[in-house]
């Protein structure tokens, strides 16, 4: 599938509107915040900003962004000693993440 490319035009005062198929796309509504990224090789990259960033880590976005990166390149091989330690430390462990938790958890 070919690139979905669209345009908009900047004001005398640097203002854009984001075109409504990338508002939809990113899962913008009003007032919210857009990320801009520009990547070593030039390209920018824009993306919907969840949650407070004002919290989070700058080194560990620029880590996680670094591994997405890796992963959609494809350039991550499993490490078959960290899944067999893994495999070790957990045995056959199931976990039903929707069982509810038992009153006693409430106020760890």
Known sequence: MADLKFESSVTDRYQTTVPSAVRAALGLGQRDKIAWTITPGGKVEVGAIRGSAEHEDPALMAFLALLERDIAAGNLQPAASLFARMEA????????????????????
């Open 89 to 108: 430390m957990v045995g056959t462990a199931r976990l039903n993440l929707d069982a509810p938790l038992p009153d006693d958890d409430d106020n760890a």
